[in-house]
Nanobody, 122 residues
Framework: QVQLVESGGGLVQAGGSLRLSCAASGNIVSINTMGWYRQAPGKQRELVATSTTGGGTNYANSVKGRFTISRDNVKKTVYLQMNSLKPEDTAVYYC????????????????WGQGTQVTVSS
């Protein structure tokens, strides 16, 4: 069973920075895609950034130039460096993993973390 454990959320002033981490655990052989989504109050969950094993990345237009996604394939951990934070970034951030190979075989997912709150004050 794949589990995702997130950390790094919190309260920060506008213009500040936070770094989110998400570690995958279980009998995992490889993970093709890891990423971050967020859900603000009253809004649908939206993609923030994704990263594939080949090095490809994808960002929401609203965070381009401010957020950076990276991963450590040995630790099976994905990170989201968030700079120049705005109050509009306030949301619950969810870690995501897809296309996972475990000792039981292949699973397309998605798998989700429990979510971590990011609050940006003005």
């Amino acid at each position: 069973q794949v589990q995702l454990v997130e950390s790094g959320g919190g309260l920060v002033q506008a213009g500040g920075s936070l770094r989110l981490s998400c570690a995958a655990s279980g009998n995992i052989v490889s993970i093709n895609t890891m990423g971050w989504y967020r859900q603000a109050p009253g809004k649908q969950r939206e993609l923030v950034a994704t990263s594939t094993t080949g090095g490809g990345t994808n960002y929401a237009n609203s965070v381009k130039g401010r957020f950076t996604i990276s991963r450590d394939n040995v630790k099976k951990t994905v990170y989201l460096q968030m700079n120049s934070l705005k109050p509009e970034d306030t949301a619950v951030y969810y870690c995501n993993a897809e296309k996972i190979v475990t000792n039981r075989g292949y699973s397309p997912g998605p798998y989700w973390g429990q979510g971590t709150q990011v609050t940006v004050s003005s």
